[in-house]
């Protein structure tokens, strides 16, 4: 079975290798193409896949890629690109942006694109739909003021992870306290003991930041009816619309406001549309590849693999919680989704639980940060290919800007390492 699973993963490894090796010799992971190296990593994973016809083994590849979740993504990116195009042609992004800028202090505008994005994701429960909806604005802030793309599609990748994490609607917070027989509530107290400390030094790095950044004169006046269908799909996300309910709702608005204001005729409204569509098609064919890969590496006993070898380190109750989230992290590397590995890796963590002795609040968090920790620092994760799709950038060149899951990753070694927080057997009882 060892060997079995270590040829399980190898595509994945040597996509790793491939992907940063090769980005490594040439100075710029933007020189690498993702899709690229999914390309050969699945050629990989296909050839090594024994004892099936080619036909059967691509038809697994096929089945991984197909699967509803996946659909209902691209769905959503190409949405997405519809409305960003559409308020892009019809002026809502300009004028929002121009809003921003003249509203915020120039030092609190990379603290302030954060925070909105913890809010709409918290309110939401939907890191991608945070993604989807703050994206463009801060993509237009950065051509306005110059600032690094990269860093400011960082900005939303770390709020839309907060909410991801936290929020009581996220499905990854559903899966997790579900899986491990807990509260929400319970789980969201003692994952806050992580997660907020990390966005709160998160927001002191970014005023930081941004304590030498130049004010920013504009010359015209806001047409604030231009913002309106900017700030409905606002409202609407944070109301819990479903994310392709308003963004169609959006794309439409824009359209008849645009076609209203002389923009755009009906023609030109319908390019724009396409336009956005196809500004998604690269990460539509790597998550399709990601997704066919991942159901390969499980059908060859990479997972399984993957899980025995990371409960081999479990002596006690420290390594058991590490052994936990390292899991968890592992499984969202290979996946590249945090829901997916949760679902995954959930019936191990429960059995370490109750063998070693943790809290099933504390197992819940664990499993949940560290996958989120995880999907923020690959470069194929959704999320961080949706926001360099946004703005234009290479996925890769985001990594260094992405403040939060590093400091996610520090108070989750802090907690485990000095057992924050302390449970007593009563689920409300929550000290330091």
Known sequence: MNKKGFIGITPLLFFLLFFIGASIICGDFSKVPIVTAFFFASIIAVALTKGLSLPDRVRIYGRGAG???????????????????SAEAMGCINETVNCILTLLPPNCIFASIFIAGCFISMATGSGIGSIVALGPIAVGVANATGANMSMMCALVVCGAIFGDNLSFISDTTIIATSTQGCQMRDKFLVNSWIAVPAALVTIGIYLFLGKDMES????????????????????????????????????????????????????????????GIF?????????????????????????????????????????AEFAIALLS???????????????????????????????????????DTASCISLELIPYSTHLLAAAALGSVASATLIPFVYY???????????????IPRLTTKAADLQA
Not at 73 to 84: E, R, S, T
């Open 216 to 275: 920013y004169e504009i010359t015209e006046t806001v047409d604030y009816i231009k913002i309106l269908p900017y700030v409905l799909v606002i409202i609407m996300a944070v109301a819990g619309v479903d994310i392709l309910v308003l963004l169609l709702i959006g794309t439409a608005i824009c359209g008849i406001m645009g076609m209203a204001y002389g923009m755009f005729d009906f023609y030109g409204w319908l390019e724009a549309i396409k336009q």
């Open 329 to 367: 992290a592992v499984t969202c590397l290979c996946t590249s989704n945090n829901t997916i590995a949760i679902i995954t890796v959930a019936p191990a963590v429960k059995e370490i639980s109750q063998k070693f002795g943790i809290d099933p609040r504390k197992a819940a968090s664990l499993m």
């Open 405 to 419: 899951p590093f400091a996610l990753l520090l108070f989750t070694i802090i907690a485990i390492v000095f057992n």
């Open 67 to 85: 699967t509803t979740k996946m659909m209902f993504m691209i769905w959503i990116f190409f949405c997405a690109g519809a409305f960003a195009k």
């Open 279 to 319: 500004s998604m098609s690269e990460l539509t064919v790597i998550v399709l590849m990601a997704a066919g890969l991942m159901a390969l590496i499980t059908h060859n006993g990479g997972m399984e693999y993957l899980i025995s070898k990371c409960m081999r380190i479990i002596h006690g109750r420290r390594s």
